[in-house]
T-cell receptor, first 114, second 113 residues
Framework: NAGVTQTPKFQVLKTGQSMTLQCAQD?????MSWYRQDPGMGLRLIHY???????DQGEVPNGYNVSRSTTEDFPLRLLSAAPSQTSVYFC?????????????FGEGSRLTVL | GDSVTQMEGPVTLSEEACLTI???????????LFWYVQYPGEGLQLLLK?????DKGSNKGFEATYRKETTSFHLEKGSVQVSDSAVYFC????????????FGAGTRLTVKP
């Protein structure tokens, strides 16, 4: 039972490089989201999606792009990495925002931008 | 906007001690409240939740009561174990007004044998 799978788990980039963090879930959840976790700041929402073809910005969207072509996948793209994007990134999904409110998290992706 | 404030850590306790982690919230609507736990090297997982005022969430010996009058959702456990060592996050969601969940900064708990 895979749940939410994120890859890669670790990544080091140089300033200006681009990369994609992958997220896949096998629970047929409509809602998917990306958070970043920074010390002393908890988790902050980057982007979210309420279904295939629908995405929207969260609290800290600048520097990140997302797309949702299928229910299962929700990749996060960094077009030109900056040191301020050094963080741990979590993908999360939910069956129903209204019914359960529960988020299921991946194990995280630690990104370092030099 | 909606927000969550929880007590700063780290918190260090001896095994079998009592635990309280304070959490207060600010919300314009009628949010649901959650406690999530993050064990080392893992993602967050739901510990307990409460969806309306006066509800009590409980799981694994942990409890929290949704107090609308004090806008609080404090996490309590009567006797902690070494295996409870983790980071605990208080969170709220008001899905009708915002399509997201707001998290507190997290409180790291270390339980010593």
């Amino acid at each position: 039972n895979a749940g939410v799978t994120q890859t890669p788990k670790f990544q080091v980039l140089k300033t200006g490089q681009s990369m994609t963090l992958q997220c896949a879930q096998d629970m047929n959840h409509e809602y998917m989201s990306w958070y970043r976790q920074d010390p002393g700041m908890g988790l902050r929402l980057i982007h979210y999606s309420v279904g295939a073809g629908i995405t929207d910005q969260g609290e800290v969207p600048n520097g990140y792009n997302v797309s949702r072509s299928t229910t299962e996948d929700f990749p996060l793209r960094l077009l030109s990495a900056a040191p301020s994007q050094t963080s741990v990134y979590f993908c999360a999904s939910s069956y129903s925002l209204v019914v359960t409110g529960e988020l299921f998290f991946g194990e995280g992706s630690r990104l370092t931008v030099l | 906007g909606d927000s969550v404030t929880q007590m700063e850590g780290p918190v260090t306790l001896s095994e079998e001690a009592c635990l309280t982690i304070n959490c207060t919230y600010t919300a314009t609507g009628y949010p649901s409240l959650f406690w999530y736990v993050q064990y080392p090297g893992e993602g967050l997982q739901l510990l307990l939740k409460a969806t309306k005022a006066d509800d009590k969430g409980s799981n694994k010996g942990f409890e929290a009561t949704y107090r609308k009058e004090t806008t609080s959702f404090h996490l309590e456990k009567g006797s902690v174990q070494v295996s409870d060592s983790a980071v605990y996050f208080c969170a709220l969601s008001d899905w009708y007004n915002n399509n997201d969940m707001r998290f507190g900064a997290g409180t790291r708990l270390t339980v010593k044998p």
